[in-house]
């Protein structure tokens, strides 16, 4: 055991070492493209007049050689983006008594080749942040929940960190802002101590201010599990005031003539909003729809072209070149469409542009429960979509409502993707519902799901395998049609 650790800190001394040889060598490279240095060729006319013992004088420059500069603070950003996943996330606590530590620490992460190593720690009481590894020693007394911990090292470096926990939509949100932050060159006479960043570092808050408890009961952990995701953006210190005697972040760009650029606006497209102007001032219409819903007394009437439903939509294209009477007459009628849904389908074909599709949502909201009226019209533009194949339109209204699944919308929408072959959003709604069984089961929308909703829940509950669950989907609703 002792020899491991002798092998352990000569590794360490070797590393930092490398790590040491690297940015000089990155160093060197860069003074020897001339991009950084005391002595650069923006500065040669300087020295050619030292030299020769005559006064530094400005060149003039005439209105038609103009001359400019360019000092350059981020040519050497590295981005990078981390993910941790943390399971069994209510265990976490009795495996790291037993192990007697306070805390758990991710794998190494590299935000460039042959740079600084990260590691990720997360404290569940957001306390001690330690990790107990020779590379990585914060400053005495660091605590937090989840800190991003950079490797001990001589050399400084310019740090940005924003924080992200995923929630059950499978989006991340950012938890604090983004901080900048930095972190200067360590003499080499010093210790070393790691960069610690972190959304509650020193104040000890818990993850959205939530203790640990609290984090496990929240829509934060899914499964037993949570994850988080960092985004960084690094510049390194490629020098040391001790050896070299100075630092240059900067890259100082070669004097160059700027012409003058010709100063036209080229205007924004506009064939959308033209197409849409058309189509709501019924200019060159052809085509009359008539949408009547259930439950209301008169119809909506839209004038539209024939030529653009055509080209939009398959359904619309045989309608309109078959014999059916609707080519005739010139007039089609819809009776199982919402007409707010029928209309947000038209902006689409004429704009195909998902913002007028919102603005159209929205534009008639109702006082009362703003969430159920946006599940309740994207229900509408997915049937509509699914029944005139606008495939676009389709999967868009799929994902929004991916977004939506919760214990009081996941039973409507298991069925409602069976119904409209929204693969996805089934697939996330029966992982929502496993997740959620003891909550799910006791609602009275739960007990009323379909045959059909209830054979998918179940085979997936038993772990069947996508390709037998379609198979025996198929085989059940081919023997019901039978019968």
Same mark, same amino acid.
């Given at each position: 055991?002792?020899?491991?650790?002798?092998?352990?800190?000569?590794?360490?001394?070797?590393?930092?070492?490398?790590?040491?040889?690297?940015?000089?060598?990155?160093?060197?490279?860069?003074?020897?493209?001339?991009?950084?240095?005391?002595?650069?060729?923006?500065?040669?006319?300087?020295?050619?007049? /030292?030299?020769?013992?005559?006064?530094?004088?400005?060149?003039?420059?005439?209105?038609?050689?103009?001359?400019?500069?360019?000092?350059?603070?981020?040519?050497?950003?590295?981005?990078?983006?981390?993910?941790?996943?943390?399971?069994?996330?209510?265990?976490?606590?009795?495996?790291?008594?037993?192990?007697?530590?306070?805390?758990?620490?991710?794998?190494?992460?590299?935000?460039?080749? *042959?740079?600084?190593?990260?590691?990720?720690?997360?404290?569940?009481?957001?306390?001690?942040?330690?990790?107990?590894?020779?590379?990585?020693?914060?400053?005495?007394?660091?605590?937090?929940?989840?800190?991003?911990?950079?490797?001990? *090292?001589?050399?400084?470096?310019?740090?940005?960190?924003?924080?992200?926990?995923? =929630?059950?939509?499978?989006?991340?949100?950012?938890?604090?802002?983004?901080?900048?932050?930095?972190?200067?060159?360590?003499?080499?006479?010093?210790?070393?101590?790691?960069?610690?960043?972190?959304?509650?570092?020193?104040?000890?808050?818990?993850?959205?201010?939530?203790?640990?408890?609290?984090?496990?009961?929240?829509?934060?952990?899914?499964?037993?599990?949570?994850?988080?995701?960092?985004?960084?953006?690094?510049?390194?210190?490629?020098?040391?005031?001790?050896?070299?005697?100075?630092?240059?972040?900067?890259?100082?760009?070669?004097?160059?003539?700027?012409?003058?650029?010709?100063?036209?606006?080229?205007?924004?497209?506009?064939?959308?909003?033209?197409?849409?102007?058309?189509?709501? &001032?019924?200019?060159?219409?052809?085509?009359?729809?008539?949408?009547?819903?259930?439950?209301?007394?008169?119809?909506?009437?839209?004038?539209?072209?024939?030529?653009?439903?055509?080209?939009?939509?398959?359904?619309?294209?045989?309608?309109?070149?078959?014999?059916?009477?609707?080519?005739?007459?010139?007039?089609?009628?819809?009776?199982?469409?919402?007409?707010?849904?029928?209309?947000?389908?038209?902006?689409?074909?004429? =704009?195909?542009?998902?913002?007028?599709?919102?603005?159209?949502?929205?534009?008639?909201?109702?006082?009362?429960?703003? =969430?159920?009226?946006?599940?309740?019209?994207?229900?509408?533009?997915?049937?509509?979509?699914?029944?005139?194949?606008?495939?676009?339109?389709?999967? /868009?209204?799929?994902?929004?409502?991916?977004?939506?699944?919760?214990?009081?919308? &996941?039973?409507?929408?298991?069925?409602?993707?069976?119904?409209?072959?929204?693969?996805?959003?089934?697939?996330?709604?029966?992982?929502?519902?496993?997740?959620?069984?003891?909550?799910?089961?006791?609602?009275?929308?739960?007990?009323?799901?379909?045959?059909?909703?209830?054979?998918?829940?179940?085979?997936?509950?038993?772990?069947?395998?996508?390709?037998?669950?379609?198979?025996?989907?198929? =085989?059940?609703?081919?023997?019901?049609?039978? &019968?």
């Amino acid at each position: 055991q002792r020899l491991r650790r002798e092998l352990e800190a000569a590794a360490q001394i070797a590393r930092t070492g490398r790590l040491n040889v690297m940015q000089r060598r990155g160093r060197i490279e860069l003074v020897n493209n001339d991009e950084v240095g005391p002595y650069l060729p923006a500065d040669m006319q300087y020295f050619c007049n /030292w030299l020769s013992d005559n006064r530094v004088r400005t060149p003039k420059t005439s209105p038609d050689d103009a001359r400019f500069s360019v000092r350059a603070f981020d040519h050497n950003v590295a981005e990078a983006e981390f993910t941790w996943n943390l399971r069994g996330l209510s265990w976490l606590v009795h495996a790291l008594h037993h192990e007697g530590r306070d805390n758990t620490v991710s794998h190494t992460y590299e935000a460039r080749s *042959g740079g600084g190593d990260y590691v990720l720690v997360f404290n569940p009481r957001a306390g001690n942040l330690d990790p107990d590894d020779e590379r990585f020693s914060p400053p005495a007394g660091a605590s937090g929940s989840l800190v991003l911990m950079r490797e001990a *090292g001589h050399y400084g470096v310019s740090l940005e960190a924003s924080f992200f926990v995923k =929630s059950p939509s499978g989006d991340f949100v950012q938890w604090g802002e983004t901080r900048r932050e930095a972190f200067p060159n360590i003499s080499f006479d010093e210790v070393p101590q790691s960069l610690v960043v972190g959304p509650d570092l020193g104040a000890e808050t818990g993850i959205f201010g939530l203790a640990f408890e609290e984090l496990l009961q929240s829509q934060w952990v899914q499964d037993d599990a949570i994850e988080f995701r960092v985004k960084i953006k690094e510049v390194e210190v490629l020098h040391h005031e001790q050896q070299e005697g100075w630092i240059e972040m900067s890259r100082l760009g070669r004097k160059r003539h700027r012409e003058e650029q010709p100063a036209v606006e080229v205007p924004p497209p506009s064939l959308g909003t033209s197409l849409l102007a058309m189509m709501t &001032a019924g200019t060159y219409s052809d085509l009359t729809i008539e949408v009547l819903h259930s439950g209301q007394e008169s119809a909506h009437t839209f004038t539209v072209h024939t030529n653009i439903l055509s080209l939009r939509s398959e359904v619309f294209r045989a309608t309109l070149s078959s014999g059916m009477s609707e080519a005739a007459t010139r007039t089609i009628k819809v009776n199982d469409v919402h007409p707010i849904a029928f209309k947000a389908m038209l902006h689409f074909l004429y =704009s195909d542009e998902f913002e007028q599709v919102e603005k159209v949502l929205s534009d008639d909201d109702q006082p009362g429960q703003p =969430s159920t009226q946006r599940m309740a019209r994207l229900q509408a533009v997915l049937a509509a979509a699914h029944k005139y194949q606008v495939l676009r339109l389709l999967r /868009w209204s799929e994902q929004q409502l991916c977004k939506l699944i919760g214990i009081e919308t &996941a039973c409507s929408l298991l069925g409602l993707s069976l119904l409209y072959e929204a693969s996805e959003l089934e697939k996330y709604t029966l992982k929502f519902m496993k997740s959620n069984m003891p909550k799910l089961v006791t609602r009275p929308d739960f007990a009323s799901m379909s045959p059909e909703s209830m054979l998918q829940l179940n085979m997936h509950l038993a772990g069947v395998p996508c390709d037998d669950k379609n198979r025996i989907s198929r =085989s059940v609703k081919r023997k019901r049609q039978e &019968a």
